[in-house]
């Protein structure tokens, strides 16, 4: 899913752009899985409890892929480099050495596609949760 010509979906609102980035089917129940937009941000992509979320890729500690770390069972994703926490739906950091949120992204189902969009409003220590339920 890249090059120029990527089917980007307008959101109704005219906000920015959702862009298709996998297929349900490319996540299973309790698994995180690393794509890359069309437009450039790496995300992360959760399953966790029938529900999706997007968050940036790139732990807020020293930059490490978060998703090649882990979703632990009660949702919280843990980086492999340093062992930094965060919710798997806000980015709320749970555990330093982390201090800044892990950005969230908006999401959506067009179908079987996961379409991430514009990133969430930051309230705090924490982002506003976008997720969807798997149908
Ligand atoms: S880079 Fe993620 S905890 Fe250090």
Redesign the pocket.
């Known amino acids: 899913m890249t090059g120029t010509s990527s089917p980007a979906l307008n959101s109704p609102a005219g906000s920015p752009e959702f862009e298709p980035v996998a297929s349900v089917t490319d996540l299973s129940e309790g698994t995180i899985v690393q794509r890359v937009r069309p437009s450039g941000d790496a995300v992360c992509l959760v399953r966790y409890k029938g529900e999706i979320s997007a968050l940036s890729d790139i732990?807020t500690?020293?930059?490490?892929s978060m998703s090649v770390g882990d979703l632990l069972e009660d949702g919280t994703l843990q980086?492999a480099?340093?062992?930094?926490q965060y919710d798997c739906r806000t980015g709320e950091v749970k555990q330093v050495?982390?201090t800044a949120p892990l950005p969230v992204f908006q999401v959506r189902l067009d179908g079987d596609t996961i379409l991430v969009g514009p990133r969430s409003e930051r309230i705090g220590g924490k982002y506003e949760a976008s997720t969807v339920r798997v149908p």
């Open positions: 732990c500690h020293q930059h490490f980086c480099w340093h062992g930094a050495p982390a």
